[in-house]
């Protein structure tokens, strides 16, 4: 419920203040796992990427943001699993697993808003190794201007957002390598 009344708010939003270009839309799967890898411009990718796609979809998110108990129960229920970063996370890693055995997850390679395209994490290559499900990247540009919204006025910034299936993935490649072809398409978009 908490999730489907999120979706509908964001659905709102971005049409009064945003012209929303997507492209590449029909590449993700109507049914069944995948993971959907993603370049991080602002705190409002998720939300963005969780309207846009017509399922719904789990994500992993940072740790530092599961505060107190009330925030920790909201993010649970739109389908936020809890990250500590720059470690080996084996708890999230789990559940993400667990997830992937029916269920979209959305993942952040870069880790960190903004952080340099060199800077990756592998744990989509793990994920996508362990799994085998389909790999789709998507490549968001203009999502950095949402906020302030006061500072644009009334004009309607776009924000585009492609997504492309990362064909690429052979089974003998490796976490690494899986992730450098992920981080390449994602790049290409």
């Not at 908490?2 to 709102?12: M, N, Q, R, W």
């Not at 667990?98 to 997850?105: F, G, N, T, V």
């Amino acid at each position: 419920m908490l999730y489907t009344l999120g979706k509908l708010t964001v659905c709102c939003f971005l049409a009064l203040f945003f012209k929303v270009d997507i492209k590449g839309q029909n590449v993700v799967p109507s049914k069944g796992p995948f993971i959907l890898a993603s370049n991080h411009v602002s705190y409002f990718d998720p939300p963005l990427l969780g309207t846009v796609i017509k399922r719904r979809v789990w994500s992993l998110a940072k740790e530092e943001l599961f505060c107190n108990w009330l925030v920790r129960a909201f993010l649970k229920e739109l389908g936020a699993i809890p990250l500590k970063r720059k470690t080996n996370d084996f708890r999230a890693m789990r559940q993400a697993l667990l997830i992937l055995k029916q269920s979209p997850l959305l993942l952040f390679p870069q880790g960190f808003i903004g952080a340099p395209w060199d800077e990756i994490n592998s744990g989509v290559g793990f994920l996508a190794k362990k799994t085998g499900v389909p790999v789709i990247a998507a490549r968001i540009y203009g999502a950095e201007n949402i906020f302030p919204l006061f500072k644009r006025g009334f004009h309607k910034e776009e924000i585009r957002v492609i997504f492309s299936r990362v064909d690429e993935i052979r089974p003998k490649d490796t976490r690494e390598e899986i992730t450098d072809k992920v981080m390449a398409k994602i790049k290409s978009l």
